[in-house]
């Protein structure tokens, strides 16, 4: 007859470890943070949301940044008062997120993540031009597959005890 026997006294502080680690993700919520800022950057900097490319300038836009000595350039990042300036991620203990529009940026972000009517009687149509890394299903927002892959992995590191 053979016998095993597992002695698993020596995972116990390990064990211990971890559920430490799970507790107080704090560290992992500041990086999820700085992660999100880093994917909405990377929106700016690519012109593109989720779905692909931003759709492109009206012509009276570019003319009128022609006219102002800001053409060519990113789009977003002239007229709209700094928004591309103004992301910042939050976190506390048990939360992280990214936010945009603070100060005369405010009233830009959301017509410009989610599109819709602006202007003096709301006769403008903004396009929607996604920065945040989400997307909209129903009423709920869900981290794009790019972010939600990086806040995994790093979910993963850090329950492993890894640097994040």
Known sequence: ???????????QDEF????????????LMAGIAQ?????????FDSESGPDGKWAELKDSTIERRRK???WPGKMLQISTAGLASSLHGFHSSHEAG??????????YAAIHQLG???GR?????????????????????VLTDSAAESVLEMARHYVNGKSI
């Open 98 to 107: 990214v936010r945009a529009g603070s100060g005369p940026s405010a009233k």
């Open 121 to 141: 009687g709301h006769k403008a149509k903004i396009p929607a031009r996604p920065f945040l890394p989400f997307i909209l299903q129903g009423k709920d927002a």
């Open 16 to 27: 211990s470890e971890i559920l430490r680690r799970i507790q107080n993700p704090a560290a």
């Open 116 to 118: 819709g009517d602006a």
């Open 35 to 43: 992660e999100l800022v880093a994917e909405a950057e990377e929106q």
């Open 68 to 70: 102002n000595g800001h």
């Open 1 to 11: 007859m053979f016998e095993i026997e597992f002695d698993l006294s020596d995972m």
